[in-house]
C-alpha cells in the first residue's frame, strides 16, 4: 500500500508473512494507496500503528483510500488487530 503525505516522500506500507514494513516508494505498482494531507499526518500514522480506526479517521476526512477495497480492509484492520493488547481468557 503506498503511503502518500502532501509534501513528504513517498512510501509503501508492506506487510510479508504478518511482518509489516515500511520503505522508500520504488514505483513497484501497488493495490492501494492511502493519502492524507501534511496537516493529518499524525493521523496517517495513528492508523498505521493501529491507534486509530481507519474508518473513523477517514470519515473524519483525515485520511483517504484509494484501490481494492477489500485488501485496504484486511491491511488497515489487521494492523489495527495487530496492535490491541490481547486480553486473557478466564479458566474454569
Not at 513497484?28 to 500503528?49: C, D, G, Q, T
Not at 493501529?50 to 484486511?74: H, T
Request: glycine share 6%; proline share 8%; hydrophobic share 40%.
Amino acid at each position: 500500500m503506498r503511503l502518500e503525505v502532501e509534501g513528504q516522500p513517498t512510501r509503501v506500507l508492506e506487510v510479508t508473512n504478518g511482518a509489516v514494513t515500511i520503505h522508500d516508494d520504488d514505483g513497484k505498482p501497488v493495490k492501494a494507496v492511502m493519502s492524507s494531507s501534511s496537516e493529518n499526518e499524525a493521523y496517517l500514522e495513528r492508523v498505521i500503528r493501529g491507534e486509530l480506526n481507519p474508518v473513523v479517521a477517514a470519515l473524519q476526512s483525515r485520511i483517504e483510500a484509494k484501490g481494492d477495497p477489500p485488501f485496504i480492509a484486511r491491511v488497515l484492520f489487521g494492523l489495527q488487530a495487530a496492535s490491541s493488547p490481547t486480553t486473557p481468557s478466564a479458566e474454569v
